[in-house]
């Protein structure tokens, strides 16, 4: 639930110095088809060494700000005249104002963002990080609709960093977060969605998160007749782990909020690419992941399809891992 902020705080100083400058203007370009809200180029940086505490002196709970531009930034405390925040890109700047986020039951996370980090292609030019987007926003919308409160980890086409987004899923104390992609590379041929979802492999309710997502979201996909799916051998709910035996994905690895990792479908299978520009498969898409996080919550279903080997794998850091362009926050 969110709620407006009262900007008449009278606090105490923040117990940190904070510094923000601009610094080289980076040029972005996307291939998007989608309108994109309007983002800066400017990096921020900090001179402090200090960071204020993890959770705001105001309030009792953790706590998060959507700013005056529609980011969404876990707030670390309030020096009497602004907000101090966490930026997407894991450095600490103050915002003036902004509605609150508090009582936050789920996170969504849309996987990759930003000009480097695009994810997939498709064949047909639809680019990962905007389709994850477009379906995760449908499914903030159904669960809003259905009374579960919700946020983004991001909310526009810019890049976070993998901790930042684990970091803001626990700082909010949300009780699951759930990270959308759309898979590469193609394997063979099935019959059914070659759905895949990965799991946190020492948490029982991750596993069964997981398996209530990758039941709705592989049996509601089917409906789409004429597809040429493809899937995996070992196709259903898996613990991926790396070779000294952690899990291989940081937004698997990192949070201690309960969560799991979607590939929904392949987006480089040409066949599928087709169907994923549709607003069709936007919409089902995102109201068949809101489904099973509706049935996480209100019920004790278990949801079906783990695989019970490993499948065990290095991933690279990633295109970009290292580069990080801040969106405008005010």
């Not at 789409?224 to 709910?237: E, I, L, N, P």
Request: include cysteine; glycine fraction near 8%.
């Amino acid at each position: 639930m969110r709620f407006l902020v009262l900007f008449a705080l009278v606090l105490g100083a923040c117990t940190s110095a904070v510094t923000v400058e601009s610094t080289t203007s980076i040029p972005t370009t996307t291939t998007s088809t989608q309108p994109e809200p309007v983002t800066s180029t400017t990096t921020i940086t900090t001179t402090t060494t200090t960071l204020p505490s993890t959770r705001p002196l105001f309030a009792d709970e953790p706590i998060g700000l959507v700013t005056p531009t529609g980011v969404n930034v876990a707030v670390l405390d309030h020096n009497g005249r602004a907000f101090i925040v966490r930026t997407p890109c894991g450095n600490i700047a103050e915002v003036s104002h902004g509605e609150q986020l508090s009582d936050v039951s789920v996170v969504i996370d849309p996987g990759h963002g930003g000009p480097i980090d695009t994810g997939t292609v498709g064949a047909n030019g639809l680019v990962e990080r905007d389709l994850n987007l477009q379906v995760a926003r449908v499914t903030e919308t159904e669960l809003l609709s259905r009374g579960i409160s919700v946020v983004l980890t991001r909310t526009a086409d810019y890049p976070t960093p993998l901790g930042v987004r684990t970091r803001f899923a626990d700082h909010l104390g949300a009780d699951l977060m759930v990270s959308i992609h759309h898979n590469a590379p193609k394997p063979g041929p099935s019959s059914l969605p070659g759905t895949e979802v990965f799991i946190q492999s020492d948490s029982d309710d991750s596993r069964r998160l997981g398996q209530l997502v990758w039941e709705h979201v592989r049996e509601g996909l089917s409906v789409f007749d004429g597809v040429a799916w493809s899937a995996a051998s070992d196709v259903g709910v898996l613990r991926v782990l790396n070779t000294r035996g952690l899990d291989a994905y940081g937004m698997i690895r990192g949070p201690e909020t309960v969560s799991v990792l979607a590939e929904l479908a392949y987006l480089n299978n040409p066949a599928e690419a087709r169907l994923m520009a549709t607003p069709e498969y936007v919409e089902v898409a995102g109201a068949l992941v809101a489904d099973a996080i509706e049935a996480y919550i209100t019920t004790d279903d278990r949801g079906s399809g783990y695989v019970a080997s490993p499948r065990v794998f290095n991933p690279n850091p990633g295109v970009g891992a290292n580069v990080c362009i801040e969106p405008e926050l005010q």
